[in-house]
């Protein structure tokens, strides 16, 4: 039989715990991993959800940060653009979003975003369309069952969503069918390792984006998300078939 490694895609989630790490912190990766190419990659962060305490602030910087607002705060905006997160020709180096794969992949999306808005949720920014192109779109309370939130998205958005305890915070992302890596925004060591133990991922990224990957490490999810581990040395030991050699001596 043919030995295989499969690795596939899952939708992203991020827990921000508290007022323990700073917006800035966050979006300093934040932006440049949720948006561009689209969230059509097997490493972007499909229908990124983002479950955090200090939902009222935080969500505020989301959405100035993708719809153009210039009000930087205490904190530095995802993105040192001062201007919307473009959407358009990827020729252009300003383009941070470029087109859909296609128009199917376009119209699957918004029916979701749609179904999404049709059971309680709302469009913070973004869900507009040119040519084919979907713009950066944050929403927030969607069902963590509609399509939007349960499957794989595909596409450039952010969900946002509230959480009162950290226990919950780990059960809700234990929910999904999928199980890549986790990123967990915190200064609580103790909330970090109870995070690792608790949480059904293939890694957990401590005060970093879940699609963070060094070449070098294990890389690989549970669940729906695949089965073994891709990384130079373990993707080696996942395609070799083990052959015992005994002698007896005497």
Same mark, same amino acid.
């Given at each position: ?60 910087? !989301?959405?100035?940060? *993708? ?24 020729? /252009? ?11 199917? *992949? ?35 309370? *969607?069902?963590?069952?509609? /399509? ?14 509230? #959480? ?31 995070? #690792? ?26 669940? /729906? ?6 990384? !130079? ?12 050699? !005994?002698?007896?001596?005497?």
């Amino acid at each position: 039989m043919k030995r295989i490694n499969s690795l596939v895609c899952t939708a992203a989630i991020m827990l921000i715990l508290g007022t323990a790490v700073s917006y800035a912190q966050y979006g300093s990766g934040r932006a440049l991993l949720a948006y561009p190419m689209n969230g059509q990659t097997l490493e972007q962060e499909n229908a990124d959800r983002v479950m955090m305490m200090t939902f009222s602030e935080f969500g505020r910087r !989301v959405e100035q940060n *993708a719809s153009g607002g210039t009000d930087h705060g205490a904190a530095a905006p995802m993105f040192v653009f001062g201007e919307k997160i473009k959407a358009g020709d990827p020729s /252009d180096r300003a383009t941070v979003v470029g087109p859909m794969i296609n128009s199917d *992949a376009l119209a699957k999306i918004q029916t979701k975003i749609e179904d999404a808005v049709s059971a309680g949720a709302r469009v913070v920014c973004g869900g507009g369309v040119t040519g084919n192109c979907l713009e950066a779109t944050v929403i927030e309370n *969607a069902p963590p069952t509609c /399509d939007l939130c349960a499957d794989e998205a595909f596409a450039p958005i952010v969900t946002l969503h509230r #959480y009162r305890e950290f226990e919950e915070a780990l059960a809700f992302v234990n929910e999904s069918r999928f199980g890549l890596q986790a990123g967990v925004f915190t200064r609580d060591l103790q909330l970090a390792m109870r995070a #690792y133990s608790v949480l059904d991922v293939g890694g957990v990224m401590v005060n970093q984006v879940p699609t963070f990957r060094v070449e070098n490490m294990p890389y690989g999810g549970v669940k /729906d998300s695949g089965f073994g581990r891709e990384g !130079v040395r373990y993707a080696m030991e996942e395609m070799t078939e083990l052959k015992s050699f !005994v002698m007896k001596l005497g």
